[in-house]
């Protein structure tokens, strides 16, 4: 119990502890008493700076707050952890595609959520322009939270503790949709995972080293593998088939395009925390690692939009041999980051409150 | 008789800018538009199983729903200069009264020959995150799964309807790759008058028949349901010509 509590006040620490930062790093949003968000050395320019949204210590909370609040969903059952956990990187374990209310199967695999300040446009097939409303979907959609905005905004506003907590982030009582998007934006705007051993390999921090397997993977991985899940966010934020179906079920990046040369395209997902954050890909088909490989290696259809960066040998795919497979899980593994799995300040404050009491 | 700033709980005003835009009271009038809706100049009632609406194809349906967006509001003064209006944009509810009738405030007094406006909402706006106000996604006009505001939605039943319960579900937005944005411009017959306290006003009328004739022919049977996408351009192409007319021009004047 003393020990949860102590995590926890690292934890508030953290948050407030980062501001050692402020006023070095031009890329680092000050807040005035607290930087929550830098951009991590050996990481390109974000592309939402919070811009129109002020990072705010009060905001952040708020954000943390709502996402895990079942209070935005229809039925009050779901919030938005239930399917993005964070020990799963805030994916769905064990989900092949998302569980909504009233058990309700969606169609596509609930994505890790992080480095989402990187990204231009969200979910599998990309239909999402703006970090801000990618909420929405999973608000209003019937198999999701199935709850509508307005319902959801009267219910915050009969809130006192909701009354309370946007007045303190945003000055004001007038609570709507705009400022809770903004407030869960503070939240999943800030999730930032740069600190696997990967990226302390990457930069020289001591005592940080790859060992032969590991290096011998990262190798191979930079043959074979980061042309599209390309280094540091281990996307290159593209759509592409990696050949799991002839003919795809799910249009994928075509329902957005209204293009058939998309049809079946989907967003390349980040590698990081790929250890923790199964099953993998946009259905959830594979459950571990292994399968993927395998995948790649011999079990990939051949649709015709199929990336060319599969076509060159004989047969689509790439040719891994067991030994290759070993090594690259070996270096996948090095993308787990541990500390941003157990970070306090991204978790569910009410079930530290729950345990101390 | 003063009319106090009219706020429309769903006209949005650009705060800072329409403050500056009313500094200049004195040299500035009130313009107000109203707006009527007809399907083939018959008026248009929602949700009337009695009304046989009838489009090119001869098929025959009712509304159940019709709203749209208007920006981008622009009068051009009888010396050729553009008079921008600063509100994002109207969105106009045939089943909502209180829109129906939009003031501007705060509008450069002077003589304009012509009105102009954007029938959506433009690419910027469809690219900037939360928003609030008319662009309040609460006000159903957003896309969840592919961002972006729907510019213009007819809903209701056609009996020639393959979708479930015969329905039509026109939802018209897009621009990246489809563009659906398509402007109205009108030049009056007489210069149109802003100034003083009394406030000039456009009555417009909207016919929701022009979704369905025009340059594309609209078979419900095969075409009853567009989310963006290359059929919403159809119908964006349809209504650009005769979704909007402007019936009558009420020219402002001093109260005195």
Known sequence: MKIKLLVFAAGLLFIAGVNTFSGLADNAFNTGDTVLFKTPENFPSPVYTFQGNPLTLNGFKLGRELFYDPILSKDRSISCANCHQQFAAFAQLDHPVSHGVDDCLGTRNTPALFNLAWQQEFMWDGGVNH??????????????????????????????????????????????????????????????SANAKYDKVMRHEEGAQFDSEEAAGYTLFKAKCAACHREPLFTDLSYRSNGLDTRSDDAGRDTIT??????????????????????????????????????????????????PLFKPATKPGITLSMQEQTQLTAFLKTLTDHEFLTDPAFQDTHKNNEQYE | MKKSIFLSAIVCLLAGAITAFNTIKADSGELSLNFKHVVNGVPLKLNDNSAHYANANNDEYTVSTFKYYISNITLTTTKGKDVVIPNICFLINAADPASLKQSITGVPAGKYKGISFTIGVDSARNFAGAQTGCLDPANGMFWTWNSGYIFLKLEGYSPQSTAKLHKLTFHVGGIKRQNTLRTFSHSFNKPLQIHGNEPAAISITTDAAALFKGQNLVDFAKLNSTMGGPNAVLIADNYKNGLFSITNVQQGRYEN
Do not use: W
């Not at chain 1, 954050?277 to 946009?282: A, E, L, R």
């Open chain 1, 131 to 192: 970090i801000e409303v990618s909420p929405l979907n999973a608000l209003t959609s019937d198999c999701e939270m199935a709850n509508n905005l307005p319902e959801i905004v009267d219910r915050l506003k009969k809130s006192d503790k909701y009354i309370a907590l946007f007045q303190q982030a945003f000055h004001t009582t007038d609570i709507n949709s705009q400022l809770l998007l903004k407030a869960l934006t503070q939240f999943t705007g800030t999730l930032i």
């Open chain 1, 258 to 307: 209204h293009q058939d040369a998309d049809h079946g395209l989907f967003k390349v997902p980040s590698l990081r925390n790929v250890e923790v954050s199964g099953p993998y890909m946009h259905d959830g088909r594979f459950d571990n690692l292994a399968q993927v490989l395998e995948h790649y290696n011999a079990g990939m259809a051949s649709p015709d939009n199929l990336d």
